[in-house]
């Protein structure tokens, strides 16, 4: 699954006011046996989208049609739980680009950014008042500037800065994973293994 490049967003959200979402609800361990990162989507929250027969849960979020986009907006400790990589795959599969919390478990957050997408961490404020404007505007619009490094709640025109990774942030600019950034600097790499070996 390649990586895409992001520069800026506006989409609508999908809320899911659940705080402490670990990994095994992100994707239950049964569904970890393929090793590439695609079709895993089909299985993202599954014991929350869907009931032991297999239809899906009224009322869940995702499965609400008055949400969309490619904004997941969630409750504080996000990604907490087992370190798997799958979790991150499955949110991206599905076609989610940004996770906004106001805080991420290290290992998924940095999972998250290896797969191309942008774990954005906010206050506790500016979550509210996101869950606010979608209960009143299910459609409300969210913004991201991954170049300025800004999320804008576009129903109350309230803007944070967000934190990431100097190098993330360049390789999400770039739709890059480690091994692309690694082939786009190859001439630098080339000329410095050349000056070493005179």
């Not at 008055?66 to 991206?92: K, M, P, T, V």
């Amino acid at each position: 699954m390649p990586i895409t490049k992001f520069e800026k967003l506006a989409s609508p959200a999908i809320p899911l006011n659940i705080e402490n979402i670990d990994t095994d609800q992100i994707i239950p361990a049964r569904f970890l046996k393929a090793v590439e990162r695609k079709g895993f989507g089909d299985n993202l929250f599954r014991d929350w989208r869907y009931d032991k027969e297999g239809n899906p849960v009224d009322g869940f979020p995702l499965n609400d049609g008055r949400y969309g986009g490619q904004i997941l907006i969630a409750g504080d400790n996000f990604g907490c739980g087992s370190s798997r990589e799958h979790a991150a795959w499955a949110i991206y599969d599905y076609g989610i680009r940004v996770v906004v919390s106001t805080s991420f478990a290290d290992i998924f957050r940095n999972n998250a950014l290896n797969c191309g997408l942008l774990p954005i961490k906010v206050s506790g404020g500016f979550l509210k008042g996101a869950f606010t404007a979608i209960a009143a505007e299910p459609a409300a619009q969210f913004e991201i500037d991954l170049r300025e490094q800004t999320i804008t709640n576009k129903h109350t025109g309230e803007t944070e800065q967000f934190d990431i990774d100097g190098y993330k942030k360049e390789c999400l600019l770039n739709g890059y994973d480690d091994v692309d950034y690694l082939r786009s600097i190859m001439p630098e790499i080339e000329a410095y293994e050349a000056r070493k070996e005179l």
